[in-house]
């Protein structure tokens, strides 16, 4: 356990359906991160939340939508997902704006778009 | 800007074996590097980090890294390898704020 806690682990969805990942963290950290890890690609990040403000969104498809109601809580919305967007989707937090701390990871979720 | 290369994608060795993942950072500024370890279905998890001092960083599970500003690399080793270090290794590096940067990778595979 790393103090990061996903859920679910696995999610299996159609291509019309609405779902949401849950992403949960009580280590007093400010920053959380969203990533993206499909196979034989790259980490890619998806969106930044620092102090519940989004600070950062790489171009990511309307179809993902993040919330951060408190610094404790992250969000990913899902709705009309493509077969390409089943991934692991992993969560991250660390303290704000200080990369000397490296960041914490969730288990992920392991994402299946059908 | 920032960019951490991993220069290894896939790393075979056979067990008790040592091995070397090799990482080089580019930054005109200090910089703070890390090395993750990430099992099947599972999140990243910190092996090490270097901030500053002593160039050789010990680590969790044997490994250690040494870090090297003239040649700028932060190069992971482990003098005897074991099945269960199977995995993917990212090395990443950040400066004092902003966001870690993440290598691409490298998949150890530990033969028996």
């Known amino acids: 356990e790393t103090g990061v806690t996903q859920t679910p682990r696995h999610l299996v969805m159609g291509m019309t359906n609405k779902k949401s990942l849950k992403c949960e963290q009580h280590l007093g950290h400010n920053a959380m991160y969203w990533y993206k890890q499909s196979a034989k690609k790259p980490l890619e990040l998806m969106f930044v939340y620092s102090l519940e403000e989004r600070v950062e969104n790489n171009s990511v498809p309307s179809r993902f939508s993040p919330e951060c109601p408190n610094s404790s809580h992250l969000f990913l919305h899902l709705h009309t997902l493509q077969p390409e967007d089943s991934a692991l989707y992993l969560c991250?937090?660390?303290?704000?704006?200080?990369?000397?701390?490296?960041?914490?990871f969730g288990s992920g979720t392991r994402l299946t778009v059908v | 800007a920032q960019s951490v290369t991993q220069l290894d994608s896939q790393v075979p060795v056979f067990e008790e074996a040592p091995v070397e993942l090799r990482c080089n950072y580019s930054s005109s500024v200090s910089v703070y590097l890390f090395w993750y370890v990430q099992y099947p279905n599972q999140g990243l998890q910190l092996l090490l980090k270097?901030?500053?001092?002593?160039?050789l960083v010990k680590g969790i599970n044997g490994f250690e890294a040494e870090f090297n500003k003239s040649q700028t690399s932060f190069h992971l080793r482990k003098p005897s390898v074991h099945i269960s270090d199977t995995a993917e290794y990212f090395c990443?590096?950040?400066?004092?704020?902003?966001?870690?940067?993440f290598g691409q990778g490298t998949i150890l595979t530990v033969h028996p």
């Open positions: 270097y901030l500053s001092g002593s160039t």
């Open positions: 990443a590096g950040g400066t004092s704020y902003g966001k870690l940067t």
């Open positions: 991250a937090s660390s303290p704000n704006g200080l990369t000397y701390y490296g960041y914490t």
